[in-house]
């Protein structure tokens, strides 16, 4: 990278100090913060759990206050992405490049992966949540929250779809690349109040998208204008539980 005019190499190798630890998490039963710690036996220094964090999926959906049943609040959009994406983005690699040889006398058209073109924080619209109950099993308090959501937006993906025709070497030009999405849906997210953890998640929406697109493309010496109009409807449902 270039800052003020003097280059910085920024290649070189990092190292943690936790390498190779095991960090562990327990939830102080007073202030209910989480605490971090070295698993047993291991030698590692207090110091170097400054600084770390706890983090789960579903946390975005707790009140950032104390709460009654009945009461509601809102969360951000881009917190849907743990029902969508419970985890992170975990994406099935096939081997090879994907590329696949014309016919002999045919033509091969590259349209670009948009297949992980969905960013949750450009979509916008109302995610609301309400605390219904609270209920006990066994030794246990569970909070009970009704998830409801309505979303949509834009996207455009253009840019990202130049970068990887160029990756493969291909002369593409889009002048329109986007994908619009309009989402709603509705869940539950139970709360282990005693352990201060996720206890159950069930989920479901429906998904409306379209993709409009249009580039140039050289193909055997001849340039190619192409358009692509595609709309899909999807149906989803997630179911969590945790032991």
């Known amino acids: ?3 003020d005019g003097v280059i910085i190499d920024a290649d070189g190798d990092r190292e943690s100090d936790l390498e190779d630890h095991v960090v ?26 400054a600084g770390l964090r706890a983090d789960m999926d579903f946390l975005r959906f707790l009140p950032g206050e104390a709460v009654e049943v009945g ?3 809102s969360v951000e959009v881009a917190a849907i ?5 419970p985890g992170g983005e975990l994406m099935v690699v096939p081997e090879g490049d994907g590329d696949h040889d014309a016919p002999e006398g045919g033509i091969q058209i590259s349209i670009g992966d948009t297949g992980g073109s969905t960013d949750w924080s450009e979509l916008e619209g109302d995610v609301t949540v309400e605390f219904v109950e609270i209920r006990t099993e066994g030794d246990n308090r569970l909070g009970v ?19 990887q025709a160029a990756d493969r070497g291909v002369d593409s030009v889009y002048s ?6 309009e989402v709603t849906g509705k869940g539950e997210i139970v709360w282990n109040l005693t352990r201060g953890c996720l206890h159950s998640v069930t989920f479901e929406a429906e998904s409306d998208v379209t993709t409009d697109m249009e580039w140039s493309q050289d193909a055997g010496g001849m340039e190619l ?14 179911r969590v539980g945790v032991e």
């Open 81 to 85: 992405e743990d029902f969508f994406e």
């Open 1 to 3: 990278p270039e800052h």
């Open 71 to 73: 009461d509601r609040w």
């Open 145 to 163: 929250l009704a998830i409801a959501l309505e979303a949509d937006g834009v996207l455009d993906i253009a840019a990202d779809l130049g970068t």
């Open 176 to 181: 329109l690349a986007e994908i619009e999405h």
């Open 225 to 238: 204008d192409l358009s692509l109009h595609q709309v899909s409807s999807d149906t989803f449902g997630l």
């Open 24 to 49: 562990l998490f327990d939830r102080d039963a007073e202030s209910g913060e989480w605490l971090a710690r070295f698993a047993e036996e291991d030698d590692g220094e207090e110091e170097w759990l």
